[in-house]
T-cell receptor, first 114, second 113 residues
Framework: GNSVTQMEGPVTLSEEAFLTINCTYT??????LFWYVQYPGEGLQLLLK?????DKGSNKGFEATYRKETTSFHLEKGSVQVSDSAVYFCALSNSGAGSYQLTFGKGTKLSVIP | NAGVTQTPKFRVLKTGQSMTLLCAQD?????MYWYRQDPGMGLRLIHYSVGEGTTAKGEVPDGYNVSRLKKQNFLLGLESAAPSQTSVYFCASSYVGANEKLFFGSGTQLSVL
């Protein structure tokens, strides 16, 4: 079956520090990969996605590259801000017919301090 | 610009009581989903619907029922609430399925005593 493993948090960084949140996956076929972000008191929002190997998703300074050889989709940002404090979820969806379900990782809470 | 709206936002139930959570979307999406979020567990799919009048079970369907009588609404029912159903419930919708962007509501925090 499908599964997503992401690094456990919480992660606390100072403003302008470099961020990496690791994510690895197990899936059959060729899944699409996603990062969703949940700000306090809100629902999840799509941050970025990649649909095939070697694709790089990017948004708001965040990047992640779909690495099929290492089954990974690590999230990175060069300089975090206090406003990036949130919970980040890695997720996958199998492409093709019947792809109704997103499989989520457990989430990584990021706190950025001034 | 409402997007996905969930009601209520908070609810406290006693064991054995019933309730219905309402999800409404104004984006004309075909697909709708109900997830629950528990600490350290991520989000788990309860039920989903691929169109008006259709529903299907997700990963953790036991103890819940759903209905999609209108395209814009997706109802989640708890017939006899149990403490194990204490959770935050999120509704989501999408146009063409999970391979594309899901739009989430802001959640319902449910406590079952």
């Amino acid at each position: 079956g499908n599964s997503v493993t992401q690094m456990e948090g919480p992660v606390t960084l100072s403003e302008e520090a470099f961020l990496t949140i690791n994510c690895t996956y197990t899936a059959t076929g060729y899944p699409s990969l996603f990062w969703y972000v949940q700000y306090p008191g809100e629902g999840l929002q799509l941050l970025l996605k990649a649909t095939k190997a070697d694709d790089k998703g990017s948004n708001k300074g965040f990047e992640a590259t779909y690495r099929k050889e290492t089954t990974s989709f690590h999230l990175e940002k060069g300089s975090v801000q206090v406003s990036d404090s949130a919970v980040y979820f890695c997720a996958l969806s199998n492409s093709g017919a019947g792809s109704y379900q997103l499989t989520f990782g457990k989430g990584t809470k990021l706190s950025v301090i001034p | 610009n409402a997007g996905v709206t969930q009601t209520p936002k908070f609810r406290v139930l006693k064991t054995g009581q019933s309730m219905t959570l309402l999800c409404a979307q104004d984006m004309n999406h075909e697909y709708m989903y109900w997830y629950r979020q528990d600490p350290g567990m991520g989000l788990r799919l309860i039920h989903y619907s691929v169109g008006e009048g259709t529903t299907a079970k997700g990963e953790v369907p036991d103890g819940y029922n759903v209905s999609r009588l209108k395209k814009q609404n997706f109802l989640l029912g708890l017939e006899s609430a149990a403490p194990s159903q204490t959770s935050v419930y999120f509704c989501a919708s999408s146009y063409v399925g999970a391979n594309e962007k899901l739009f989430f509501g802001s959640g319902t925090q449910l406590s079952v005593l």
